[in-house]
């Protein structure tokens, strides 16, 4: 069956550095993949989507990578800050269905 | 405001007592959506609905009903509420259908906490 992991519960990284979230898939060929942030008690807000034929995305501090052959996404926060701690959720798209990874707790200290 | 909106945020309720959780979004959106949140499990995808009267089971539908009557709406119906179905649910609408071909990012509702006891 399909699978979806994203690397660990939670994360603890220092202000001003590069946070990096992993998300891994199995049995599964998704057409692309998306990246929410979810703070306590909301709804997932989405933030970069990647297709299955690009190596990279970024925007403003955000980059994502994604390969198909390792089936593996990267998720990078560059120059972390405080408000960047949340729950980020990683996401894979393939016809008319969504399947979510648990999330990672991300927790810039500062 | 673009915006899912959902109502009730909260409730609390009994085994067996029927109950619909509304949402609504205002975006003319075509594809719906409805999740479960639970603690070490995720977000998982109910049912959803690529347009009007169009609706497919996710991935864990059973004890849940929805409907796609109008394209702004997507209620969902717990007929007879179980505890196993305390959780926080989201309901999200998206531009159009997931395809291969366009993708668009789904934009989610601010939650409905349900206790059934």
């Known amino acids: 069956s399909q699978k979806i992991e994203q690397n660990s519960e939670a994360l603890n990284i220092q202000e001003g550095k590069t946070a990096t979230l992993t998300c891994n898939y199995t049995?599964?060929?998704?057409?692309?993949l998306q990246w929410y942030r979810q703070d306590p008690g909301r709804g997932p807000v989405f933030l970069l989507l990647?297709?299955?034929?690009?190596k990279e995305k970024r925007k403003e501090r955000l980059k994502v990578t994604f390969d198909t052959t390792l089936k593996q996404s990267l998720f990078h926060i560059t120059a972390s800050q405080p408000a960047d701690s949340a729950t980020y959720l990683c996401?894979?798209?393939?016809?008319?269905?969504?399947?979510f990874g648990k999330g990672t707790r991300l927790h810039i200290l500062p | 405001e673009a915006q899912v909106t959902q109502n009730p945020r909260y409730l609390i309720t009994v085994t067996g007592k029927k109950l619909t959780v509304t949402c609504s979004q205002n975006?003319?959106?075509?594809?719906m959506s409805w999740y479960r949140q639970d603690p070490g499990l995720g977000l998982r995808q109910i049912y959803y609905?690529?347009?009007?009267?169009?609706?497919d089971k996710g991935d864990v539908p059973e004890g849940y009903k929805v409907s796609r009557k109008e394209k702004r709406n997507f209620p969902l119906i717990l007929e007879s509420p179980s505890p196993n179905q305390t959780s926080l649910y989201f309901c999200?609408?998206?531009?159009?259908?997931?395809?291969?071909?366009?993708?668009?990012?789904?934009?989610f509702g601010p939650g409905t906490r349900l206790t059934v006891t």
């Open positions: 609905s690529m347009n009007v009267e169009v609706t």
């Open positions: 990647i297709r299955e034929n690009e």
């Open positions: 975006m003319n959106h075509e594809y």
């Open positions: 999200a609408s998206s531009l159009r259908r997931l395809a291969k071909i366009s993708s668009y990012e789904q934009y």
């Open positions: 049995n599964y060929s998704p057409a692309y």
């Open positions: 996401a894979l798209v393939g016809d008319d269905k969504i399947i």
